[in-house]
């Protein structure tokens, strides 16, 4: 199916998208590619995977054999002499304690509890252990990048510059642990500084453009005052009555805010509300001292009375006038705690009054026009976070829009959502959907008076008529007896049950029974209905809702950040001595020149293509592609064609779509011939992978197992699709080419010359290329582009493991074909594990191919937060280095974060300086006013956005050997982001990061694949997982099969 560009519907992101999940839904505009990436309208992003050994934290990974080089040499690490190091001060600070959730705004900063630079293997959250790096001079400090400067003292700025000399200096100091080790010549230093430093902005921001805009960012500026001290506490509750095992009983946060409530609440003079946020667990900033040491709380619960013990210490005092100092040079970090104690305040309002889900606050006082059906509505609301700027700290506001389950009666959600439900009887089949729909809610109960929330856990196996119970009597003078459920409620609460035929509700907790009824519960308000279970027309309505017009959106941003229960209002923030601004900020952007193109003329001659400014996108009308491979030997594998059960209007017509395809290759100068056979079957073979595996090594045996390319047809979207992708990459080596039948029928000029676009990328030909070598890279070095991702399980899923991707070019100067790597790693692990190895295993095949190393490597790095930042420094790209350089070889490396789960949005003042869809243009640059203080970062709108509001990428240059100018590195990004080769306009995140993320999803289809079949075995249960279940076939290591 058609690739419609970056936006998606995942928790990463989109419509409120939650913040996680490298979700991961990437912002709520698209590229709208058209369908020129996928025609076969399946998702293509994050991408491909590896063999996982989750209990040992090591990764499972395809193996190849790597190529040596002409030289021969063996491999050795760098040394501390090949390394630019710049010092961050030890800090004293104590980390925020016991954070129990961060927030993804939160900026991470380098120095931020860490430590310093000192002690070697300790933990980057918890310090780097003790003892102190001192030097005379930075050694190795190369500097273009700024990463070089100043000596290991704490009274210097980190990332000061150097020359471009590099100067050398012993250093010593604690061994650094775990690195992996490595079959070397060379002995590995005893110490090896951490390049935890980011690269300075090397000049004042770029000023290379076409045209100057004056645009509008959701950053509403915040202004602090300095004489103000917030002061951080830690609460803990326990009970006072022991656990049953004799160990301290564990006190759910719910129950902590209950408690806290209830000694608050009686004691307002002491903790006057509107001076203190609260995090909802353990955390407290103030801004007036509040008394310390123990309190016991009464809490009632039901008849009974529980007591608890609450704790309350004091921690530290924060002073608001560090930002300023940070904000300008004179202090060389500020402490996370003081973001992450800024964040809370600024929460405390919204959170009053709108229901919070992570970063996000909507309101349930949903329209008419909200209502989804099936008792879901999209509630509207908004995501904020905290940024430091080189304006000063701002609040960014975005908005979000989530579905939620209506909070109604448990009956009138079933009436309304199950087809057949009725309140007289229940059936077995019947039982399991409602069981299904029900299981894992939370209600409140209606029968007596309490605020307590129930989950439930599923319906009881007789109904209510049936039901009976053991009473056990308090006091222990009766006999326990066994009671009716019916006529317990009856005499207990003076309810008469009116529906005994439906099971009760199983609210039991902790081996306890709780059956009520179901007449008697009510949902809990504030649950989220996930987004990927909506039909389609109501997750069509959802789309529409959550993707406003940029104009709109922008109005309904200053609605909701100065409404009464937004974050700029309330009292806390006043008496914080915080005053936030009700206008958004006012930055001035640059649109930088698109690159000339370079396509073939009708004849198949390379030709140069200049861009319309506004759209930037071309189409190969009356052109060729550069270069067309041979198709001789393909084969179509049509699953429409008995079509049982599903749309037997879809079914392919086969001579139209194989005479269309052909002539629209040939016109795009890729020499075509007729199929060799037309293989027939139907779409359920896609739901057994045993029948689904037969059949493809079937039509590859009547191929001689020569096979180029096979062409799938689907009547509709299929599960089976990611079983398809795995047994044909991973067991037969067979690249796939996927069409929707419907849409091969329409037999339109686009959607064909789309197929043939995706099929000769697969094959190693090239469609376009930029006309003029890339800007700082113009010498004859070769260059290489790597691109790293990695994407998560979605969230309340324990034990997926996380799918990391490497990819790298491996053509220069086109630098548009790629070859890539995966691996599975241990769950929700960030790192990429094998990320070295990758990254030589592709230098390899490189060398291979092109008979030389490349000599230059810019790495982009997708789905790493601003905490993170330390972690790819010092882990990453150390393993990188140690990996591939050796003797003779040291190629210079830049290292660039890419980031689109922020919340940044960029509005034109003046709807002449944007596109008729009132967004930005392609090409929109800021590096001014909205971005970090120092650090070498921007944001870039590359593409033309087309459904809601554009959302620009943001880069972060972290480490830089090259000496990249701003204007040189923000027009390399945007210049490459016109090399996506299945797409006929510039994509909205620069190719390569693109390509991982495509390919640590195609990784995660394969491992739902052998997920399902696990499941479907006798064995499912207990079936390990093997390696070579998701190795790479040899045949597809050299090619974009993953395109």
């Known amino acids: 199916m058609d690739n419609t560009g970056r936006g998606r519907w995942r928790g990463r992101g989109g419509g409120g998208g939650g913040v996680g999940g490298r979700g991961r839904g990437r912002g709520q505009n698209r590229d709208q590619c058209s369908g020129t990436s996928n025609p076969s309208n399946y998702r293509n992003f994050p991408g491909q995977q590896k063999e996982n050994q989750p209990d040992h934290g090591r990764s499972f990974r395809q193996e190849a054999t790597p190529y040596q080089g002409q030289s021969g040499e063996p491999r050795s690490p760098i040394s501390v002499h090949d390394r630019g190091l710049n010092q961050g001060p030890s800090s004293s600070q104590v980390p925020f304690a016991e954070s129990t959730k961060p927030a993804s705004a939160w900026v991470g900063l380098p120095w931020a509890s860490r430590g310093g630079f000192s002690g070697g293997g300790g933990s980057s959250s918890s310090g780097r252990g003790g003892g102190s790096w001192k030097t005379d001079s930075v050694p190795g400090g190369s500097s273009s990048s700024g990463r070089g400067g100043g000596a290991w003292k704490t009274d210097s700025v980190p990332g000061g510059s150097m020359s471009s000399a590099s100067a050398s200096a012993s250093a010593s100091g604690p061994p650094i642990s775990e690195l992996r080790s490595l079959e070397i010549s060379s002995t590995l230093p005893s110490s090896f500084p951490p390049e935890s430093v980011s690269a300075r902005r090397p000049d004042n921001g770029g000023t290379s453009c076409i045209q100057k805009v004056h645009l509008l960012a959701n950053h509403f500026p915040i202004n602090c005052n300095p004489g103000m001290m917030m002061l951080q506490y830690n609460i803990n509750v326990e009970p006072e009555l022991q656990s049953n095992h004799g160990g301290p009983s564990r006190v759910s946060n719910s129950d902590i805010r209950m408690v806290k409530n209830k000694l608050f609440s009686d004691n307002p003079e002491q903790f006057p509300p509107s001076m203190m946020a609260y995090d909802g667990g353990k955390i407290i900033v103030s801004a007036v001292e509040l008394p310390t040491g123990k309190f016991r709380v009464d ?393 689904l595996r037969k059949l493809l090594n079937r039509v590859y045996d009547k191929a001689n197992r020569r096979l180029q390319i096979l062409v799938c047809i689907m009547s509709d979207k299929h599960p089976g699709y990611n079983a398809l992708k795995w047994i044909c990459e991973t067991e037969a080596g067979i690249l796939t080419q996927l069409c929707l039948s419907e849409r091969c029928n329409m037999g339109k000029d686009q959607y064909m010359s789309n197929v043939a676009l995706q099929i000769n990328t697969k094959l190693g030909g090239s469609n376009f290329e930029l006309f003029d070598c890339l800007p700082h890279l ?148 800021v590096d001014t006013t909205i971005v970090h203080p120092w650090k070498f970062d921007f944001y870039l709108c590359s593409h033309y956005g087309i459904l809601g509001t554009s959302k620009p990428t943001h880069y972060y240059c972290l480490y830089d050997d090259h000496g990249f100018s701003s204007d040189d590195l923000q027009q390399l990004t945007y210049n490459l982001c016109y090399t996506y080769a299945l797409c006929t306009k510039p994509v909205s995140l620069v190719p390569p990061a693109y390509y991982a993320d495509t390919l640590a999803y195609r990784v995660q289809q394969y491992y739902e694949a052998w997920e399902a079949e696990a499941a479907a075995s006798s064995s499912s249960s207990s079936l390990p997982l093997d390696p070579n279940s998701f190795k790479l076939h040899g045949d597809l290591e050299k090619i974009m099969f993953f395109c």
């Open 299 to 691: 809490l009632p619960r039901g008849r009974a009375v529980k007591s608890y013990t609450l704790t309350i210490e004091f921690v530290k005092e924060l002073e608001l006038g560090q930002l300023e100092a940070y904000r300008n040079g004179t202090v060389p970090f500020i402490p996370r705690a003081f973001l992450q104690g800024m964040d809370l305040v600024m929460k405390e309002n919204p959170k009053k009054h709108r229901v919070q889900i992570g970063q996000n606050f909507y309101s349930m006082n949903y329209k008419s026009d909200d209502d989804l059906g099936g008792c879901v509505v999209a509630c509207r609301g908004f995501q904020q976070g905290l940024k430091v700027t080189s304006r000063g700290p701002a609040l960014c506001v975005d908005y979000s829009v989530l579905p939620f389950r209506k909070p109604v009666p448990v009956l009138e959600f079933l009436l309304e959502r199950v087809f057949g439900f009725r309140t007289d009887c229940m059936d077995n089949q019947l039982r399991d959907t409602v069981e299904n729909e029900l299981r894992g809610l939370k209600v409140t109960v209606s029968h007596r008076e309490t605020n307590q929330k129930f989950e439930i856990r599923g319906l009881t196996s007789r109904t209510v008529n049936d039901l009976t119970f053991t009473l056990e009597d308090q006091d222990g003078i009766n006999p326990s007896e066994e009671v009716r459920v019916v006529d317990y409620f009856k005499s207990k609460y003076n309810k008469e049950i009116k529906f005994k035929n439906l099971p009760c509700l199983d609210l039991g907790n902790s081996g306890k029974s709780n059956d009520v009824p179901m007449e008697f519960c009510v949902l809990v308000e504030g649950q989220i209905y996930p987004k990927d279970q909506l039909a389609k027309v109501p997750a069509m309505k959802l789309k529409d809702i959550s993707l406003p017009k940029p104009w709109r959106r922008k109005e309904v941003i200053y609605e909701m950040a100065q409404a009464i229960d937004g974050p700029l209002r309330g009292e806390t923030i006043w008496n914080f001595g915080i005053e936030a601004r009700a206008q958004m900020t006012q930055v001035i952007g640059r649109v930088v020149k698109a690159p000339d193109l370079k396509l073939g003329d009708s004849s198949g001659r390379a030709c140069k293509f200049i861009l319309n400014k506004e759209e930037c996108q071309w189409n190969l009308v009356g052109r060729t592609v550069l270069e067309g491979k041979d198709i001789e030997r393909w084969a179509v594998l049509d699953f429409s064609s008995y079509d049982r059960g599903f749309k037997l209007k879809n079914s392919l017509i086969y001579d139209k779509f194989v005479q269309q395809l052909v002539m629209r290759c040939r016109k795009l100068r890729l020499p075509m011939k007729n199929p060799l056979f037309h293989e027939l079957s139907d779409m359920h073979v896609l739901s057994d992978t045993d029948r």
């Open 778 to 925: 113009e010498s004859d070095d070769n260059v290489m582009f790597i691109g790293a991702d990695v994407n998560h399980p979605k969230a309340g899923n324990v034990s997926r493991p996380s799918f990391a991707a490497v990819v790298a070019t491996v053509n220069w100067p086109a630098a548009n074909k790629y070859v890539g790597r995966y691996c599975l790693q241990k769950h929700r692990t960030e790192k990429i594990q094998d990320f070295g190895e990758m990254c030589l295993e592709l230098i390899n095949i490189y060398a291979e191919l092109n008979k030389v190393k490349p000599k230059k490597i810019i790495v982009f790095r997708d789905g790493v937060s601003d905490s993170q930042f330390d972690m790819v420094l010092d882990e990453e790209l150390l393993d990188l280095k140690n990996a591939i350089c050796c003797e003779g070889y040291s190629p210079t490396i830049t290292l660039v974060i890419a980031q689109k789960r922020h919340l940044t949005r960029l509005f034109p003042m003046d709807p002449k300086q944007g596109a008729r869809n009132g967004n930005v243009f392609p090409g929109t640059v």
